[in-house]
């Protein structure tokens, strides 16, 4: 909705199409593509069922199509998820690394300092510790990222971006959606996008900013252990 209504005020269509299996696709030109997060095994079934176009989605990756994947769609993105029992789900591989979960789950505000969107917010919730050798989204500021101990959140490769922060994302910091669209603008028309006037949605952003980094503990900002029975 919110890239939506951002191409609207420019005058630019944007049709949007889900894809539940391979079908869906019918070799159809993709400008952006978006994977959402759920539980490991709705995730294991996506993936199972995508599995198909897993060399199409690596090829659009590779040629600079624009591309937002949050939790779960993050985590299968690579090779595989390790349950906290042990069990490995397959991921689809389209970019070398591994997500192992733990009964720790993190929690929290997250803030981001970026050297490319600058000052990112939003929350994450996740039990999966991801590592990989690929830039980043950032630098933790407040929060855990993908795991307690890199210092850093999520993945930024070509014009993909693979993150923990729900938020929602695209809301909180309309400078990351304004790359999606521009990326994806530029390759498709070879024009430049224009700017929007985002004070609103800047003051905002600062406004949690202030909140969540003065340093003081709240009952979201913690490891949350659970017993599995």
Not at 22 to 50: H, N, V, W, Y
Not at 89 to 103: D, Q, R, S, V, W
Not at 198 to 212: I, L, P, S, T
């Amino acid at each position: 909705m919110c890239l939506k209504k951002r191409c609207e005020w420019r005058g630019i269509t944007l049709r949007v199409e889900e894809i539940n299996k391979p079908d869906d696709l019918q070799k159809k030109e993709c400008d952006l593509f978006m994977i959402g997060g759920g539980s490991d095994r709705e995730q294991a079934i996506a993936t199972d069922r995508l599995s198909p176009l897993v060399r199409e989605i690596k090829a659009w990756v590779e040629d600079g199509v624009s591309a937002l994947t949050i939790c779960g769609g993050y985590q299968f993105l690579g090779e595989y998820l390790q349950t906290n029992s042990g069990q490995k789900l397959t991921g689809m591989g389209i970019l070398p690394f591994y997500t192992k979960a733990e009964n720790d789950r993190l929690m929290s505000n997250l803030l981001i300092e970026s050297g490319h969107f600058g000052r990112i917010v939003g929350f994450e919730n996740h039990s999966g510790r991801t590592y990989h050798d690929f830039p980043t989204l950032g630098k933790v500021v407040k929060g855990f990222g993908n795991n307690e101990n890199s210092g850093e959140e999520g993945l930024h490769y070509h014009h993909l971006i693979g993150t923990y922060l729900h938020g929602p994302i695209l809301t909180k910091n309309p400078g990351i959606a304004d790359y999606l669209i521009e990326k994806a603008y530029e390759r498709k028309s070879g024009k430049k996008l224009e700017p929007l006037d985002d004070q609103m949605e800047n003051e905002a952003k600062q406004y949690a900013w202030n909140r969540f980094s003065r340093g003081r503990t709240t009952w979201i900002d913690q490891v949350w252990r659970r017993r599995l029975s």
